[in-house]
């Protein structure tokens, strides 16, 4: 920290810079309480607030590769004065693994001998058992966000990639049996008969002519139409 007596330039202070710019014109103005004034100001502006603890308590630390009685600990260190103790007690057995957790939860002892029966668990469990359990409980969150971030991008490539080209495909087939109809609505060679009577003779079934079409008029021309086929 600042040490009492220092020039008022601030040349015999070796600090990081983030912390002396903040209290440059106390150093500057020559008073004979700047060390005070100093680190009262600093103090202000660095200390953690006491909400801001209490997120961290909850959001912020987790048992990760300690042991319970360490993340107790970590706990404690963290809580301000008005943080209860069955609070943190509360928030402890919240971060430790289930297989764990329900056993001692049903414990009526004090939380330092639950965090000593809490270690001894965990060294008669296998590793891989305990921080795969802890891992599954700490970061479900996690992984669920994960998991909405692909489909949205796999949603997102699908309209990219697929979308168009199957609406180009299906514009396509439409046109080509949009044509395929006018085709045979035209068709009338010589002026004479309609495409089925044309192309099937005698098997065209009646509802399938199409004017103009001279099949009715002229028999004996569309009998010899048709034996051409």
């Not at 987790?62 to 069955?86: I, M």
């Not at 957790?101 to 001894?120: G, R, W």
Request: hydrophobic share 30%; aromatic share 6%; with cysteine.
């Amino acid at each position: 920290m600042l040490i009492e007596g220092g020039k008022a330039d601030g040349t015999e202070l070796h600090e990081d810079p983030k912390f002396v710019e903040n209290v440059w014109d106390i150093l500057r103005s020559g008073s004979q309480t700047k060390y005070t004034d100093s680190k009262t100001r600093l103090l202000n502006l660095f200390k953690e607030s006491e909400n801001a603890r209490i997120q961290r308590l909850i959001t912020g630390i987790d048992l990760g590769d300690l042991k319970p009685s360490q993340l107790l600990q970590k706990l404690r260190s963290v809580a301000t004065s008005g943080v209860s103790e069955n609070l943190i007690k509360t928030l402890w057995l919240g971060k430790l693994p289930d297989s764990i957790k329900n056993i001692l939860i049903v414990s009526k002892e004090d939380t330092d001998s639950l965090a000593i029966m809490a270690d001894k668990i965990c060294d008669m469990s296998p590793k891989t058992e305990i921080y795969s359990t802890s891992f599954g409980h700490n970061s479900s969150n996690e992984l669920l966000d994960r998991v909405k971030n692909l489909e949205q991008q796999i949603s997102a490539l699908c309209i990219r990639t697929g979308a168009r080209p199957r609406t180009r495909n299906n514009n396509y087939f439409r046109n080509r049996s949009r044509s395929r109809s006018n085709r045979r609505h035209d068709f009338n060679p010589k002026g004479k008969l309609c495409y089925f009577h044309f192309r099937f003779g005698t098997k065209c079934f009646p509802e399938k002519c199409q004017t103009p079409c001279s099949w009715n008029q002229k028999p004996q021309e569309n009998q010899e139409n048709s034996s051409l086929q």
